[in-house]
């Protein structure tokens, strides 16, 4: 039952009064949506279910609701539902992201102001709340001596959460240029390199490296790494490359460094896959 002024003298009816009964409980019918919704004045005290196979959001706006009203959504869909800050301010010690029969309130302290409190699963802490990847099936050749990103290896997450976790997964398979010692590759975020060695001397920072030591034959490599960006702004995860040695520095992915159509050089593919881990 939405919320109301009642008067005095008033009287109920049996409808109402059932439907008073079960919103003061906790229960009651929800109120079904499909695909994106934003909340209105009359949603106060009521429940809302979400029921999507893709990805929606339910957005909060300011000057709607009181202090101390209440909002109960439900994500019944198999798509995750996020709970949106529009013009008003949403809070949580948890995520704003519900997986399929998960579940929440939002609680408003005032009128522009609220707190959602999920109701946390069994298990709800390193629950994986979405994933984003990269495939990348075509080669890439470069020779310039300093990083530069690799086209195709690069994905965007925005975290529901900034207490979350980012586990990035690289799998790349490439070669170099049979002068130097390797390609070498860095994890980035945005434009910082994380993942990184300690500074040592002169030595190349990297993550990881690829041999490749004949100018046919390649080199695969795979690296996981638990990320703790600490926001909710949308975070590019993405592979860069190097040659690491003598001129010319040439390092090359999904493919040898000598490029011949025989049957003994084969063509590769690489990947990079983020998962926002909830905390």
């Known amino acids: 039952m939405a919320k109301q002024t009642f008067t005095t003298g008033q009287v109920l009816t049996a409808a109402q009064m059932t439907s008073l009964q079960q919103t003061a409980m906790g229960g009651g019918a929800a109120s079904a949506k499909t695909a994106n919704y934003t909340l209105v004045a009359a949603d106060a005290g009521t429940a809302i ?53 998960e579940s929440g309130i939002l609680y408003f302290t005032s009128a522009s102001a ?3 409190n999920d109701y ?6 390193g629950k994986v709340l979405q994933v984003v990847t990269a495939f990348k ?10 990083y530069q990103d690799i086209t195709g290896l690069s994905v965007s997450i925005t975290p529901s959460s900034a207490t979350s976790k980012v586990l990035v997964m690289m799998t790349v398979t490439g070669s170099h240029q049979p002068s130097i010692a390797d390609a070498v590759l860095r994890l980035v975020r945005d434009s ?13 920072l990297a ?9 046919t034959s390649t080199d695969s490599t795979a690296f996981t790494f638990l990320d703790s960006p600490a926001t909710t702004s949308a975070t590019t995860y993405k592979v860069q490359g190097t ?11 999904n493919r040898g460094s000598l490029d011949t159509d025989v049957v003994s050089v084969a063509r590769t593919a690489s990947s990079i896959t983020v998962m926002e881990i909830g905390a």
Do not use: E, H, W
């Not at 706006?61 to 013009?87: E, K, M, P, R, Y």
């Not at 099936?137 to 300093?146: L, N, Q, R």
């Open 114 to 116: 609220a707190v959602f």
């Open 137 to 146: 099936s075509d080669t890439f050749a470069a020779s310039d001596s300093a």
């Open 243 to 253: 040659g690491n040695g003598a001129t010319p520095k040439g390092f090359y992915i």
């Open 192 to 204: 910082t390199a994380i993942a990184v060695a300690n500074t040592a001397g002169d030595r190349t």
């Open 49 to 101: 279910s979400m029921t999507s196979g893709s990805a929606t959001t339910i957005t909060v706006n300011t000057g709607l609701f009181a202090s101390g009203d209440t909002v109960q959504i439900i994500n019944l869909g198999a798509g995750t539902c996020t709970i949106t800050a529009g013009t008003a301010t949403v809070s949580t010690a948890g995520s704003l992201a519900l997986a399929q029969y």
């Open 207 to 215: 993550t990881v490296s690829l041999m490749g030591p004949s100018s």
């Open 120 to 125: 946390v699963q069994a298990g709800g802490g």
